[in-house]
Each structure stands twice: as structure tokens, then as C-alpha cells.
């Protein structure tokens, strides 16, 4: 999401570390891209004034203008202010109630409401072991009660019993009977959305929310929207006591504006982000790691985290014996794009390594899809056992074999077989670097000639 802000931004830091000493009029410079960069990403016009004033107060001091390495200081001073600005610390879900604990699910009609709220039940179950039911309370729009129950079927979430005819405020106060009677720590509540905020939403909205009593009450908002998700926001928190922000479509191309400027202009945390479509693809809305991820510096601690909850170990272990023997084959690599696949794409891993924002053009597989990498194992698949560890028997009728039992063709083959050979230099290379080689050099070391 952050991509075209965070080139922006790379380019204007690089401009202030080529430099060995610096002049206030550099620093001011420098923020004025600054502001142009956050606007072009629809950050709201307040938002980037409080912001580029805050840096400026900082950055133009002689501690900066004098300071060694006085480029690296400023970037310091816009991650810093970037991560105050998207909340400082991640913002836990309170569930510190007598059980049941209740979440208001709230937001427009297309927001992602009903699958944040499976979305939601699932990581409550799985990080906090709890026992989860959720209910749709969404009486208008057509299917949406057999959607939340479909959706419960698929993660093994229970799901209130649908009742024909029946009003919001009734299956509220049925769902709340029934997490009493059946020992559920946390219920969710699933409210209808609608096309806009309009008086008659917010009426019901609030109805519910004084007779539910929730200790969460969560707004749903569309990062794809830019600005008019803050605007959203706004009405929301104008009229529910909103204690927190689930930001959905994280991973889509939007200019990113909405999730720096929500935390500012509400008052409120952005506590999860969706970053898929996947029931999994949500996590905790971590600022410090976003600010890391927007400022290219990566965001390794969920890379780390993503690969624990994702990776075999004793597979992990055994590829690495091959990688340092050099019996690294195609079997094996086939095994990492399947890893990759788990842990949500080459996309989404990119955007948690540091420095990849300067090599991109040197890196063409950076932008394959799921359904290219799925198509490489498809190819490796196709081979014989005896093909994949010995890559250099594929002829060209061994090519063509490869590539009709994949649904391939033989362009396609090759490319695989190059970037297995590419990736076979890079170990190569790894290796001969050495662990404190690679730390010193980083990745640029691994794309040098």
C-alpha cells in the first residue's frame, strides 16, 4: 500500500545522505518534498502540517545539523514522528470483563465488516484461546446473516442460529442470552452497514450498542478509500464511544493516506489490519513496524514472526545442511515456493525485508502473483525425480515434456530453470560472504557484480 510514499520518501532521504554535512536549507527542502509526498498519498491537510512542523522542530537544530552522520539524524526524526503519528505502540483488544466479553463490529456496507469479524474470531480464538461466538445483527442486506454463518462453518467458529424476521435489537439481546448459557469468553456482534452514514444507521447503531454494553466497539474502515475513510471515521467516533480501528485492505494499491491520517484525526488506534482475503490474513497493527515498512527499512520482527507460525522447523533445518553443502535442487526449490505461498506471497515478503525498496529494478520476480509461483510448481512437478536433481538433463525435448504435462510452455520452463540457477549464484555468493560479509555489505552485497 505504502509503496509509491515510501519511493517518494527513499528518494528525498537519499538526496539528504549523499551529502557529508548539511545546511538548514537542505533540511528545509527536504520537508517541503516531504509535505508534497504526503499529500500526493492522500494524507489529510492537518495531519501533514502538525507532522512536517513537528520534523522541522526537530531536524533544524544544530544536535542534527552538526551530528556526524546528519541525513541518518533525519531519518531518525521521520520515523520517529511517523510512528507517534500511526499510535507510538501497538493497541491490545480488551477483553477485561465478566464473560462475555462483548465487540461491536461497526462501519459501511463494503468495508469488509463481516470478514474482519471472522477474521477477528479467529485470532482471538487462536492467540488468546478463547472461546468465540459471533452473531449478525445485518437484517438488510441480502445473505449477509448466511455469510457470517458460512464464514463461522470455514474457521470452526459458532454462530448465533438465524431467526427470520427478527428485529437487530432482538438478536442482540438473544445473542448475549445465548454466550451466557453456553460459557463463551467473547461474543462479536456483526452490525448492518449501509452505503453512507445516515441518521437512521447511527439510531440503530446506538440502540444496540447501549443494550450490548461492548468493551470493544470496533470501526471498520476501507484503506482503499483514502480519505473518506477518515471521513467515515469521524461520523462514527461523532456518535459510538469507538475504542479502536480495523483498517482492511492493506495489501491493495491505495496511496496509503487513510492509515496515517486515522489515528490523528480520531483519536483512536488502528488495532488491526486486514491484508488479504484470507481468514489469516490479519494481524495487529504494529506503528513502529509500519513506520519501518514505509521508510524501507523492513519489517524483520514480522517477517521472524510470520516464518514461526508458518515454517516446519525440521524442514527449515534440513534445507539449510543443503544450502551450506551446495545440494540445493529443484525439489527444493519448489519446497520454498510453497513456504512462500504459506506466508502470504512474494509481495507481502518483500514489503518485510530492509533495503528492498532501492533494489526492486534489479530484483523482475518481485512482482510474480500467487498464480505465476503456483505455475513454477506445476513446472518442477511435471519433471522426474531424477530431472529435479539434476537440472542439466533438461534437453529441449525434455523441456517440451516438462511443459505440456504443466499446462507450460517451454519459455516458461526456462525461465524457471534461470532463476534457479540465479538463485544457486546467490547461495553461492551467501557463502562466500560469510555471515559478517552479509552483515556488513546487507543485501545490496548479495545484487553487486
Known sequence: MFQN?????????????GKGALKEADVLLALREIRVALLEADVALPVVKSFVESIQEKATGQTVLDSITPGQMVIKIVHDELVTL???????????????????????????KTTSTAKLAKWVETKLRKKVMMASLDTYRPAAQEQLKQLGERIAIATLPII??????????????????????????????????????????????????????????????????????????DQLPLTGIILTRLDGDARGGAALSMRQVTGCPIKFVGLGE???????????????????KGD????????AETLDREEAEKLNRKLQKGTFDLNDMASQL??????????????????IGSLKDKMPNAKDSDKSIRRQIAIVRS???????????LNA?????????????????????????????????????????????????LFSR
Open 338 to 355: 510453497q513456504q512462500m505461498l504459506k506466508m502470504g506471497g512474494i509481495s507481502q515478503l518483500m514489503g518485510l525485508l530492509p533495503g
Open 383 to 393: 519433471m522426474t525425480p531424477k530431472e529435479r536433481r539434476y537440472y542439466k538433463l
Open 300 to 307: 524483520i520482527v514480522s517477517l521472524v514472526e510470520k516464518a
Open 164 to 237: 427470520e424476521n427478527e428485529k437487530p435489537l432482538e438478536i442482540t439481546k438473544r445473542a448475549l442470552k445465548e454466550a451466557r448459557l453456553g460459557g463463551y469468553d467473547v461474543l462479536l456482534l456483526d452490525t448492518a452497514g449501509r452505503l453512507h452514514v445516515d441518521e437512521a444507521l447511527m439510531e440503530e447503531v446506538v440502540s444496540i450498542h447501549k443494550e450490548a454494553k461492548p468493551i470493544e466497539t470496533l470501526l471498520v474502515a476501507d484503506a482503499m478509500t483514502g480519505q473518506d475513510a477518515v471521513n467515515v471515521a469521524k461520523s462514527f467516533k
Open 5 to 17: 510514499l515510501g519511493d517518494r520518501l527513499s528518494k528525498i532521504f537519499s538526496s539528504l545522505t
Open 278 to 296: 484470507k481468514t489469516d490474513a490479519f494481524d495487529v497493527f504494529h506503528p513502529d513496524r509500519m513506520a519501518g515498512r514505509i521508510l524501507d
Open 86 to 112: 500511526l499510535g507510538s505502540e501497538a493497541a491490545d483488544l480488551n477483553l477485561a470483563t465478566t464473560p462475555p466479553a462483548v465487540i461491536l463490529m461497526a462501519g459501511l456496507q463494503g468495508s469488509g
Open 397 to 445: 525435448s525434455r523441456k517440451k515434456r516438462v511443459a505440456l504435462g504443466a499446462g507450460a510452455t517451454v519459455q516458461e520452463v526456462n525461465v524457471l530453470i534461470k532463476q534457479y540457477e540465479g538463485a544457486l549464484k546467490m547461495m553461492k555468493k551467501v557463502n562466500k560472504l560469510g555471515k559478517k560479509g552479509l552483515l556488513r555489505q546487507g543485501l545490496g552485497g
